[in-house]
């Protein structure tokens, strides 16, 4: 009596469950199991309604329930299977987002391109695909830059707590090398400037090489708890090992010591290993020649991937299947890259240089909102203590009737035509100079000007340490060296030179190995005037490259301040001498011409460039080089690869990760003075 009646209650169930068991074991609108969860109850109710409605002992009650519950659990388990089975696999990847070399909080051309709200908003587009990403900054940081006379980088620290999105809370997942501006305050008691700065940041500051001095309580004088020098930091189940490394070219009083890089690299590469990090990747400020070093000499006992920076433009070098990789200065460019660890060798590696313009992507609002907030607060401040009127930086000081190239990726490896008219400028600001050379690291503008009117922010963004101008006089030897010097470091090298009253013609062979042929002077008719035994030539040059106190003087070590001619004056600045010679300038403006003083080599990016005098800005059209590539990943990592959705407001273009070496591809943007998306400051 009491199995029937049992038997009885759950032929009700299962009849009244028919439905929910349906729900269950079908499949929702979108074709899954996903609408479980909503409709399960309605059958479980409609059985415990029938179960109190009979009337039946309380043992055959709790064989009902016991039934019930056994049934229960077999139409659960199915799902539960499901649910498992079907948990996507979380890919073992790392991806990163590298910028360098970034002065300007808003980017250049008024916003137009580069700038930290656009990063802001990649960051974010890239942290939609994965959560875990790292983000990476290779260094020059606080300085040089407009605002940083005035506010010493706080602006720029300010505005880099805003990229995770809450300028509050600490970002654990950015991470920033000291590039040789960091230390552009030199003085001892300096070192609190840096040390303010460190600690203002809600982000982690990377001194893996740099010994800092201590004080008279035995700290050091550049400190925080974020200043580290290595870190393991997990993506996507990935153990990365992160260390940055610094050029020892900054002489700072309260730096008595840079590690050397190799043997830093080869120390924190063996303990982050040891640690159990899968994957090293050393965030660098070194040239270029230095970081291949580092891979080549250190093989496997060294970083399997360096992101740097101090080039300013895009380098992607290939080093045993070990990468070196920067971006463009001021976030015109950031790298995103993927790495994949292989086990028993060197991770494979992806990737992409993403263009920071225009609406490409569009700026982030709030980034841009600090942006603006300091930019409106700097030109008030700096208009007042100069005792201008409001609104002084925009205050127009001379014209141009030719489009001026200025971007450092020509600026750096090129003659431009203004770099040309500096150069001339300086030159005949002395009288009885026979030529002039200006290092390209003094012209700091980044960006073209257009046609029209140049402003007073144009002059003080251009010349960022007002140097003064001397004399020297110096053999043709001398001379022979000093080009050879501008050409060792070719491209986008601050020692490579504007020129004026002589020529050379460089042919590009390898990097480091270059050499400058057909040295000559120019003669006021512009043709070519050998040198003959004896000669003396008196050439107008920066204090930068003649005094070894002020830094590195970019290579030029055969040029000192003995070579000064004394009787020249030495009142001159190179701002100055701009600013007057602007003034003199015919009403229509200034039109220089690229007229061959170097003689172009025959490789990007000098090829077909600078355009013509009497081109207008309207006239011109640039192209914007994305470089990609990747080193081979097995067929394995290949099939399981997410396919490539480009951004929507960055188009990714990539090669597939199969392909062997990187490689350029050139196409064809619009305009660059009819950019979209500006958020112009």
């Given at each position: 009596?009491?199995?029937?009646?049992?038997?009885?209650?759950?032929?009700?169930?299962?009849?009244?469950?028919?439905?929910?068991?349906?729900?269950?074991?079908?499949?929702?609108?979108?074709?899954?199991?996903?609408?479980?969860?909503?409709?399960?109850?309605?059958?479980?109710?409609?059985?415990?309604?029938?179960?109190?409605?009979?009337?039946?002992?309380?043992?055959?009650?709790?064989?009902?329930?016991?039934?019930?519950?056994?049934?229960?659990?077999?139409?659960?388990?199915?799902?539960?299977?499901?649910?498992?089975?079907?948990?996507?696999?979380?890919?073992?990847?790392?991806?990163?987002?590298?910028?360098?070399?970034?002065?300007?909080?808003?980017?250049?051309?008024?916003?137009?391109?580069?700038?930290?709200?656009?990063?802001?908003?990649?960051?974010?587009?890239?942290?939609?695909?994965?959560?875990?990403?790292?983000?990476?900054?290779?260094?020059?940081?606080?300085?040089?830059?407009?605002?940083?006379?005035?506010?010493?980088?706080?602006?720029?620290?300010?505005?880099?707590?805003?990229?995770?999105?809450?300028?509050?809370?600490?970002?654990?997942?950015?991470?920033?090398?000291?590039?040789?501006?960091?230390?552009?305050?030199?003085?001892?008691?300096?070192?609190?400037?840096?040390?303010?700065?460190?600690?203002?940041?809600?982000?982690?500051?990377?001194?893996?090489?740099?010994?800092?001095?201590?004080?008279?309580?035995?700290?050091?004088?550049?400190?925080?708890?974020?200043?580290?020098?290595?870190?393991?930091?997990?993506?996507?189940?990935?153990?990365?090992?992160?260390?940055?490394?610094?050029?020892?070219?900054?002489?700072?009083?309260?730096?008595?010591?840079?590690?050397?890089?190799?043997?830093?690299?080869?120390?924190?590469?063996?303990?982050?290993?040891?640690?159990?990090?899968?994957?090293?990747?050393?965030?660098?400020?070194?040239?270029?020649?230095?970081?291949?070093?580092?891979?080549?000499?250190?093989?496997?006992?060294?970083?399997?991937?360096?992101?740097?920076?101090?080039?300013?433009?895009?380098?992607?070098?290939?080093?045993?299947?070990?990468?070196?990789?920067?971006?463009?200065?001021?976030?015109?460019?950031?790298?995103?890259?993927?790495?994949?660890?292989?086990?028993?060798?060197?991770?494979?590696?992806?990737?992409?240089?993403?263009?920071?313009?225009?609406?490409?992507?569009?700026?982030?609002?709030?980034?841009?909102?600090?942006?603006?907030?300091?930019?409106?607060?700097?030109?008030?401040?700096?208009?007042?203590?100069?005792?201008?009127?409001?609104?002084?930086?925009?205050?127009?000081?001379?014209?141009?009737?030719?489009?001026?190239?200025?971007?450092?990726?020509?600026?750096?490896?090129?003659?431009?035509?203004?770099?040309?008219?500096?150069?001339?400028?300086?030159?005949?600001?002395?009288?009885?100079?026979?030529?002039?050379?200006?290092?390209?690291?003094?012209?700091?503008?980044?960006?073209?000007?257009?046609?029209?009117?140049?402003?007073?922010?144009?002059?003080?963004?251009?010349?960022?340490?007002?140097?003064?101008?001397?004399?020297?006089?110096?053999?043709?030897?001398?001379?022979?060296?000093?080009?050879?010097?501008?050409?060792?470091?070719?491209?986008?090298?601050?020692?490579?030179?504007?020129?004026?009253?002589?020529?050379?013609?460089?042919?590009?062979?390898?990097?480091?190995?270059?050499?400058?042929?057909?040295?000559?002077?120019?003669?006021?008719?512009?043709?070519?005037?050998?040198?003959?035994?004896?000669?003396?030539?008196?050439?107008i040059t920066t204090d930068f490259l003649l005094d070894p106190k002020m830094g590195d003087q970019d290579g030029y070590s055969m040029l000192n301040q003995k070579q000064i001619v004394s009787e020249a004056p030495i009142d001159k600045s190179l701002k100055s001498v701009i600013r007057d010679a602007l003034s003199r300038a015919p009403v229509e403006g200034i039109a220089p011409k690229v007229e061959g003083r170097i003689a172009p080599t025959s490789q990007p990016p000098c090829v077909n460039d600078p355009p013509s005098a009497d081109q207008t800005a309207g006239e011109k059209?640039?192209?914007?080089?994305?470089?990609?590539?990747?080193?081979?990943?097995?067929?394995?990592?290949?099939?399981?690869?997410?396919?490539?959705?480009?951004?929507?407001?960055?188009?990714?273009?990539?090669?597939?990760?199969?392909?062997?070496?990187?490689?350029?591809?050139?196409?064809?943007?619009?305009?660059?003075?009819?950019?979209?998306?500006?958020?112009?400051?």
């Amino acid at each position: 009596m009491v199995m029937e009646c049992a038997l009885r209650k759950l032929a009700a169930i299962l009849v009244a469950d028919v439905e929910g068991y349906a729900q269950l074991m079908g499949k929702d609108e979108e074709g899954t199991l996903g609408g479980l969860e909503r409709r399960r109850p309605t059958g479980v109710k409609r059985s415990l309604h029938i179960l109190c409605r009979t009337r039946c002992s309380a043992i055959t009650l709790l064989l009902c329930f016991g039934s019930f519950f056994f049934f229960f659990i077999s139409l659960s388990a199915p799902y539960a299977l499901a649910q498992v089975t079907s948990a996507p696999q979380v890919e073992r990847r790392v991806t990163l987002l590298a910028i360098n070399d970034v002065y300007r909080i808003g980017g250049v051309e008024r916003g137009r391109r580069g700038g930290l709200p656009r990063v802001r908003t990649l960051r974010r587009e890239l942290e939609v695909k994965d959560r875990d990403l790292i983000v990476l900054h290779a260094g020059d940081v606080i300085y040089p830059s407009l605002l940083s006379r005035t506010y010493d980088g706080e602006q720029m620290i300010d505005v880099l707590n805003t990229l995770d999105g809450d300028p509050f809370a600490f970002d654990h997942r950015l991470f920033v090398t000291f590039g040789n501006h960091e230390f552009d305050k030199r003085k001892f008691d300096e070192a609190n400037i840096l040390s303010s700065r460190v600690r203002e940041s809600q982000f982690y500051w990377l001194r893996s090489n740099i010994t800092f001095a201590t004080d008279a309580q035995g700290l050091p004088v550049v400190r925080g708890e974020n200043l580290i020098d290595a870190r393991i930091i997990q993506a996507n189940g990935v153990k990365v090992g992160l260390f940055g490394l610094t050029t020892n070219i900054a002489l700072a009083d309260y730096v008595p010591r840079f590690t050397d890089p190799k043997e830093a690299a080869r120390r924190l590469t063996q303990k982050l290993r040891s640690e159990g990090a899968e994957v090293i990747i050393a965030v660098t400020h070194l040239t270029l020649d230095e970081d291949k070093d580092i891979l080549a000499s250190l093989g496997p006992a060294g970083p399997d991937l360096i992101i740097g920076g101090h080039e300013h433009t895009q380098q992607h070098e290939d080093v045993g299947g070990r990468w070196v990789l920067k971006a463009d200065a001021d976030a015109v460019s950031a790298l995103v890259v993927t790495v994949v660890p292989l086990h028993g060798e060197a991770p494979a590696v992806k990737y992409e240089y993403k263009e920071l313009e225009g609406d490409g992507p569009i700026p982030d609002p709030d980034v841009n909102r600090v942006v603006q907030r300091w930019h409106t607060q700097h030109q008030d401040l700096f208009c007042a203590r100069d005792l201008k009127k409001p609104g002084c930086l925009d205050e127009e000081i001379g014209r141009t009737a030719v489009r001026l190239i200025a971007s450092e990726e020509k600026i750096r490896s090129c003659e431009t035509n203004l770099g040309n008219w500096i150069a001339d400028q300086a030159r005949l600001a002395f009288e009885e100079a026979d030529a002039a050379f200006i290092n390209a690291g003094s012209l700091r503008l980044n960006q073209d000007l257009a046609v029209g009117a140049i402003y007073r922010r144009d002059l003080e963004e251009l010349v960022q340490y007002d140097s003064k101008l001397h004399m020297i006089e110096i053999d043709p030897t001398t001379l022979t060296q000093v080009v050879n010097n501008a050409v060792s470091g070719w491209p986008g090298n601050g020692r490579w030179l504007q020129i004026s009253g002589f020529t050379f013609s460089h042919s590009h062979i390898s990097r480091g190995k270059d050499k400058a042929n057909g040295l000559a002077l120019l003669g006021q008719d512009g043709q070519r005037v050998e040198f003959r035994p004896g000669d003396r030539l008196r050439v107008i040059t920066t204090d930068f490259l003649l005094d070894p106190k002020m830094g590195d003087q970019d290579g030029y070590s055969m040029l000192n301040q003995k070579q000064i001619v004394s009787e020249a004056p030495i009142d001159k600045s190179l701002k100055s001498v701009i600013r007057d010679a602007l003034s003199r300038a015919p009403v229509e403006g200034i039109a220089p011409k690229v007229e061959g003083r170097i003689a172009p080599t025959s490789q990007p990016p000098c090829v077909n460039d600078p355009p013509s005098a009497d081109q207008t800005a309207g006239e011109k059209k640039h192209s914007s080089s994305v470089s990609v590539g990747s080193t081979q990943l097995p067929a394995d990592a290949l099939a399981a690869r997410p396919s490539a959705t480009p951004s929507s407001a960055v188009a990714a273009r990539s090669t597939p990760w199969s392909s062997a070496t990187g490689e350029t591809r050139e196409n064809e943007s619009g305009e660059a003075d009819k950019a979209k998306g500006a958020g112009q400051w």
